[in-house]
């Protein structure tokens, strides 16, 4: 059974320009959440989706955005890019929501913005 | 305002031996804890979860211990093996969320 797959898995952008990064559940998933770490902050909380629809949104600017399609494929896009974005994005599914649900991580996104 | 919290950024163990991986929260409405490994440039790999109804969860060589009164749990790897080098990151969440609240991490480093 194929785990979460992130692509791309290595990704250097310009301050100021946008990224779009992709998130393939295991297959049955539903739930897809997104984490930003970084060496300061650790693991931190973006999104998180369920049937399409946000369920939670963890507190970063709306620069941060997401979506999830009807197959549970998610994106997330991050506009106007910081140096302080540079990070290792990562993807979660879970199968279900509720109490007792584990979440599988993907390999990750590394972002560098110069 | 960290609600998950470990303490020791850094572990070191014999092989052999057993490893105590510490955390504590802060926020009530945690109901479910769940621990994770995580290898340099990898995402981070499910090992064990506790609900808050529970005290004691145990799936081979690790158990997870739960002390709600004094909001920590711990993290028993017995015996330690050199494989299980790497960062341990508690998590907390509730309502069945699956936001995750992470703790900072602790590397555990196992010595032959």
């Known amino acids: 059974k194929a785990g979460v797959t992130q692509t791309p898995r290595y990704l250097i952008k310009t301050r100021g320009q946008q990224v779009t990064l992709s998130c393939s559940p295991i297959?049955?998933?539903?739930?897809v959440s997104w984490y930003q770490q970084t060496p300061g902050q650790g693991l931190q909380f973006l999104f998180e989706y369920f049937s399409e629809t946000q369920r939670n949104k963890g507190n970063f600017p709306g620069r941060f955005s997401g979506r999830q399609f009807s197959n549970s494929r998610s994106e997330m896009n991050v506009s106007t890019l910081e140096l302080g974005d540079s990070a290792l994005y990562l993807c979660a599914s879970s199968l279900k929501v509720g109490a007792g649900t584990e979440a599988f991580f993907g390999q990750g996104t590394r972002l560098t913005v110069v | 305002d960290q609600q998950v919290k470990q303490n020791s950024p850094s572990l070191s163990v014999q092989e052999g031996r057993i490893s105590i991986l510490n955390c504590d929260y802060t926020?009530?409405?945690?109901?479910?804890f769940l621990w994770y490994k995580k290898y340099p440039a990898e995402g981070p790999t499910f090992l064990i979860s506790i609900s808050s109804i529970k005290d004691k969860n145990e799936d081979g060589r690790f158990t997870v211990f739960l002390n709600k009164s004094a909001k920590h749990l711990s993290l028993h790897i017995v015996p330690s093996q050199p494989g299980d080098s790497a960062v341990y990151f508690c998590a907390a969440t509730y309502q069945g969320a699956q936001k995750l609240v992470f703790g900072q991490g602790t590397r555990l480093t196992i010595n032959p």
């Open positions: 297959s049955g998933h539903r739930s």
């Open positions: 926020n009530s409405m945690f109901d479910y």
